[in-house]
C-alpha cells in the first residue's frame, strides 16, 4: 500500500499509529538530548531532521521504555517496556559520517531513510501495531524524492528495504510533525529548546 501520511497537531489519536509515533518522538528527543550532552558540535545540530521507525524488538535493538521527564535519579513505577524497540536516523548523520565512523548507520541523507536502511541493514522486522501496518515518526514531513522512495520508486542511493512489502499488503504510517521545506525553521527553533520543553510540547499538544 503507499504511506499514509499524518501531521502531529492536525491528526490525532483516532488515526493508526498515533500513540507508538509519540513514543517514538519522545525518544528522538532523549536521543537528542544524549547528543548534545557533549556541548555544541558534541553530536547532530538542531538543524538535523530526527525520525525512528518501529521494530520488532532483538537483542541489538531491544524494547523500548516509555520517556519520563523526569530528574535523573528519580526512580518511576511501574516500569513497563513498551512492545517494540527503534532504530533512529538523523538527516545530518551523513555529515559526521564523513568525519567517523557511525555504528549502525547504513547511509542516506534524509532522516527517514537512514532510519529504514538501517533497520534493513541490521535485518529488522517492522513492527505492527495491527495486521499490516507499521509506523515511522519523521519531524519533517518527507520530500518529493523520499516519498517516492518510501513507496518503493527506484532513485537515487540503496532502494528502501521494505519497498517490496510496502508495494504489497503493508501500510506504513508516516506521522510527522512540520511541512517539509516551510517548517524547516519551526523544526531548527524547536530543536534548540531544553528536553524537558520539547517532551511537554510533544505530551501537551502533540
Ligand atoms: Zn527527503
Known amino acids: 500500500m503507499p504511506i499514509a501520511l499524518y501531521q502531529f497537531t492536525v491528526d490525532g489519536a483516532a488515526d493508526p499509529g498515533y500513540a507508538e509515533a509519540l513514543d517514538l518522538a519522545r525518544h528522538c528527543a532523549d536521543q537528542y538530548a544524549l547528543n548534545t550532552m557533549f556541548g555544541a558540535g558534541g553530536g547532530i545540530a538542531a538543524a538535523s531532521c530526527w525520525a525512528a521507525v518501529a521494530v520488532v524488538p532483538g537483542a541489538a535493538h531491544p524494547a523500548l521504555y516509555p520517556v519520563h521527564a523526569m530528574f535523573a535519579g528519580t526512580p518511576i513505577a511501574p516500569f513497563v517496556p513498551l512492545g517494540f524497540g527503534a532504530v533512529f536516523g538523523n538527516s545530518q548523520m ?39 501496518h507499521a509506523v515511522l515518526f519523521v519531524q519533517l514531513s518527507p520530500c518529493g524524492p523520499c516519498t517516492n522512495w518510501l513507496n518503493g520508486v527506484p532513485g537515487r542511493g540503496a532502494a528502501n528495504p521494505f519497498a517490496a ?9 508516516v506521522w510527522y510533525r512540520w511541512p517539509h521545506p516551510a517548517g524547516v525553521p519551526n523544526m531548527v527553533a524547536w530543536n534548540g529548546q531544553t528536553r524537558t520543553n520539547q517532551l511537554n510540547d510533544i505530551n501537551n499538544n502533540w
Open 94 to 132: 551523513v555529515n559526521i559520517r564523513r568525519q567517523v565512523v557511525v555504528p549502525g548507520f547504513a547511509g542516506a541523507r534524509h532522516a527517514e531513510r537512514a532510519a529504514l536502511r538501517g533497520a534493513g541493514v541490521a535485518g529488522l522486522a517492522l513492527h505492527q501495531i495491527a495486521a499490516n
Open 165 to 173: 512489502a510496502i508495494a504489497g499488503a503493508l501500510t506504513l504510517n
